[in-house]
């Protein structure tokens, strides 16, 4: 039975078609948090030889030049807190992992 604008089978497609939609708007978000997590990485790879030893967290030393190569390779400033942080986990590994 249907009512006056009421059709169970167009709703339905259109919700199906709706998580479709969803789905692959999930699907994009998690590839360019993949991306964005190994360009990150990448950075932090190129970067770490430049940098002073390790400590607890990035020394000033180390803030300047992690902040003079992101603007010379034309990251945004997001971007360098991430890297930061990837640096301040580089240096939270044992030594033996630290690649040096």
């Given at each position: 039975m249907q009512t006056l604008g009421y059709d169970p089978?167009?709703?339905e497609q259109?919700?199906?078609a709706q998580m479709a939609e969803e789905a692959e708007q999930t699907r994009l978000e998690a590839i360019e948090i993949r991306v964005q997590a190994d360009q990150v990485?990448?950075?932090v790879d190129a970067i770490a030889?430049?940098?002073e030893p390790c400590h607890a967290a990035p020394t000033r030393e180390n803030r300047q030049i992690i902040?003079?190569?992101m603007r010379e390779q034309g990251v945004p400033e997001p971007i360098?807190?991430?890297v930061r942080e990837g640096v301040r986990n580089l240096c939270r590994r044992p030594k033996?992992?630290?690649?040096?």
């Open positions: 089978y167009e709703q259109r919700r199906q990485q990448r950075y030889p430049h940098l902040e003079a190569y360098w807190v991430q033996g992992e630290r690649g040096r």
